[in-house]
């Protein structure tokens, strides 16, 4: 993110009343970096760990041991994992996918389901997402601008879907590829964080805080997110929104 960029949004986030500083906001489960070392942990996923700062994210999103988090949009389980580390054997993930990808997925989220035991894996053909009870909270990493820039409206129903997934006073955690105006930020899979924020508060959330966490100034947000140059390391937005009591 560039100079002024980061000024931008740190200008706004003061206007709006938004906190910056990551401190720990959930208490993960025990065990938690145990569960991520764990020798059944794929060796190619524990790489990810430095750039996703997996515990630092979590707890700003708010998750803790015991809760019930619905992840959207969850492929093959690299949050699911975290996720799953984070809410203990006390807590319990349900893991999203759009019925689309199952054939894709299926096999590696079926796998990891029955080694993790506190996660189930299901699909869903539309905005319905059909929990049999509202979540503690929810989580989606790098999949809102999917939906965002197939138009707004695609954008506000997934995010409803959610909002309507969760308990009131529950908290939604997202991340996602930062994009500058004047891009083509469908192609390169991204999108602006001013409509990251628009988007969440038209669909009934409110913004309780964003964190510079994910940042990455190196990436000049020219490039699309599968570049090998910033492959799993792109500048991240981290956005922790609130369902109203």
């Known amino acids: 993110m560039n100079a002024s960029k980061r000024t931008e949004w740190f200008a706004l986030g003061l206007f709006m009343g938004i906190g910056f500083n990551a401190t720990a906001f959930g208490e993960l489960a025990v065990g938690f970096q145990a569960a991520l070392a764990s020798a059944e942990r794929p060796a190619e996923e524990k790489v990810r760990d430095a750039s996703r700062k997996p515990e630092e994210v979590l ?11 619905l992840e959207l949009f969850a492929g093959g389980g690299w949050y699911t994992e975290a996720l799953s580390a984070a809410v203990g054997p006390e807590g319990m993930v349900y893991a999203q996918n759009p019925e689309r990808f199952r054939e894709r997925v299926a096999e590696a989220a079926a796998a990891r389901a029955a080694r993790l035991e506190n996660v189930e894996v299901f699909y869903t053909v539309d905005s319905d997402i059909g929990l049999p009870a509202q979540a503690d909270a929810a989580f989606t990493a790098l999949n809102l601008h999917d939906y965002a820039n197939r138009g707004d409206e695609t954008g506000l129903a997934f995010l409803r879907g959610i909002y309507d997934s969760v308990l009131p006073g529950g908290t939604l955690g997202v991340v996602d590829h930062v994009g500058v105006a004047g891009r083509d930020n469908t192609e390169l899979h991204r999108m602006e964080v001013s409509k990251a924020r628009e988007l969440l508060i038209a669909s009934g959330f409110s913004i309780e805080a964003e964190s510079e966490i994910l940042m ?4 000049d947000h020219t490039l699309g997110i599968r570049d090998p140059s910033i492959r799993y390391n792109t500048d991240r937005m981290l956005i922790r929104a609130r369902k109203p009591e």
């Open 216 to 219: 990455n100034s190196t990436d």
């Open 59 to 69: 707890s700003f999103v708010g998750i803790e041991a015991g809760m019930t988090v």
